[in-house]
């Protein structure tokens, strides 16, 4: 039990805590699935003797030769998505980012030049590789102060952390929880807004927006996909339709058994997923030590028609899937690439 916790708390931490959700969810009631989906329509995967796994494609939404140089337009009147606002004077030079997304939103736009230190989860692009980190809980405002920062990027988890960042006078930014694809870009609009990179952010947004259209043009003739169980982490906890990660199920024409559960990352049981009986699971937990051997070990697991055809399929870089930032249409694609071999081939 212990263990199940430590692992839920890492995967909830870095799918949502730490990436910008407030702790609304943070500790989702035991939610059953109630409806039993529809049959599936569309064969998935056919089962092979190495269970499907997969890594993600290099980032296609990154900074490139076509962004443009910044806006020097300031000062200006900044209004975050929490309806907090604040004047800049001017680009902000010394960036703290407590946020893996904002991280990778901050790089991608090009402005990884300001960024002088991240949290310990932040670990793409390479180059955050040689910057200071900061663990969740040890991440203060001495800390912060001593790096001389002018502005830092918090997330849920993070609100005493905020409210004391800006009485001290440095500006600080919370970013509320992207529970959609929409939400993401709203983050990087936000950014490329604080940053002088407006330009940048609409080039990033643009691109995504082409991946992830090029990805459901390859789905046209699909009517309905596979169930799928989406699993978190081995206490069987899921994904929503009310959450970005859902909605990447749904773009894929997944039947997600957990789609309607009151919150967005419910808590399942195995009789409920005994009886929505998926024909896909979907392992976002194999970087944490499950993969598809484990999970045919459990009693009573036997029984699903995943794990009686092999279709228990391990995501091996669940940063790419979970994380709300500008890699969201290659994890798209890398869930696509698993679920839809031929299509994706």
């Not at 993600?56 to 910044?70: E, I, K, Q, V, W």
Request: charged content about 20%; some cysteine.
């Amino acid at each position: 039990m212990l263990r199940f916790k430590t692992v839920f708390l890492t995967i909830l931490f870095s799918l949502f805590v730490i990436s910008g959700c407030s702790n609304s969810d943070s500790v989702p009631t035991p939610a059953a699935a109630t409806a039993t989906p529809a049959a599936a329509t569309a064969t998935p995967a056919a089962a092979t003797a190495t269970p499907a796994a997969a890594t993600a494609t290099p980032a296609a939404a990154t900074a490139n030769s076509n962004l443009s140089d910044r806006n020097d337009s300031f000062p200006k009147t900044i209004t975050d998505l929490t309806g907090d606002s604040f004047v800049l004077d001017g680009i902000p030079k010394n960036v703290v980012s407590i946020s893996p997304a904002a991280t990778e939103i901050l790089f991608a736009i090009g402005a990884g030049d300001s960024v002088i230190a991240v949290d310990s989860f932040s670990n793409f692009p390479v180059e955050t590789e040689s910057l200071p980190k900061l663990g969740f809980q040890d991440a203060n405002t001495e800390v912060i102060v001593s790096y001389g920062a002018d502005l830092v990027i918090t997330t849920g988890g993070h609100e005493e952390l905020t409210q004391q960042l800006k009485t001290l006078g440095i500006t600080t930014v919370l970013l509320d929880g992207a529970v959609s694809i929409d939400g993401i870009y709203l983050h990087i609009s936000l950014l490329g807004e604080i940053m002088g990179l407006e330009n940048n952010a609409e080039v990033i947004i643009t691109n995504m927006r082409k991946q992830i259209g090029a990805i459901e043009r390859k789905l046209e003739d699909v009517e309905n996909g596979p169930s799928v169980f989406y699993e978190l982490d081995p206490g069987l906890w899921s994904v929503s339709s009310d959450s970005f990660v859902g909605e990447l199920l749904n773009i894929l024409k997944l039947r997600n058994i957990a789609a309607d559960s009151a919150s967005s990352y419910p808590q399942m049981n195995l009789e409920s997923i005994i009886a929505e009986n998926p024909d896909v699971i979907l392992l976002a937990d194999f970087q944490y030590g499950e993969n598809s051997e484990s999970v045919k070990a459990r009693p009573g697991w036997e029984v699903i028609s995943a794990v009686q055809n092999n279709q228990i399929l391990e995501i091996r870089d669940a940063d790419v899937v979970s994380r709300p930032g500008p890699r969201v249409g290659n994890g798209l694609e890398l869930i696509g690439k698993l679920i839809y071999p031929d299509i994706f081939d």
